[in-house]
Nanobody, 115 residues
Framework: QVQLVAAGGGLVQPGGSLRISCAASGSVSWFSVMGWYRQAPGKERDMVAYINSGGSTSYAESVKGRFTISRDNAKNTVYLQMNSLKPEDTAVYYC?????????WGQGTQVTVSA
């Protein structure tokens, strides 16, 4: 069993920055992939970014150049640095990890971009 605890969400003005994190704990200590999805009201959950165990990353087109994903394997923690935030980035952000082909999801953290 894996528990994921996300933190760092909140309210930020357009153009601002925010860093969210997600710490994994439990019976699994290694994750091939760690990443983030987001879901805005009335919309589907979409992939934002992910990073594999080798450090390779992938981003949604809408966040390329603005968001940076990183991970600390020693802490089993994944981070998402979000810069130049836009109102359309407003959503609940969910972290996920993949271990042995099994996905695990966090509870989500709200990010609101508004003046």
């Amino acid at each position: 069993q894996v528990q994921l605890v996300a933190a760092g969400g909140g309210l930020v003005q357009p153009g601002g920055s925010l860093r969210i994190s997600c710490a994994a704990s439990g019976s699994v200590s290694w994750f091939s992939v760690m990443g983030w999805y987001r879901q805005a009201p009335g919309k589907e959950r979409d992939m934002v970014a992910y990073i594999n165990s080798g450090g390779s990353t992938s981003y949604a087109e809408s966040v390329k150049g603005r968001f940076t994903i990183s991970r600390d394997n020693a802490k089993n923690t994944v981070y998402l640095q979000m810069n130049s935030l836009k109102p359309e980035d407003t959503a609940v952000y969910y972290c996920y990890v993949l271990s042995g082909g099994t996905p695990y999801w966090g509870q989500g953290t709200q990010v609101t971009v508004s003046a």
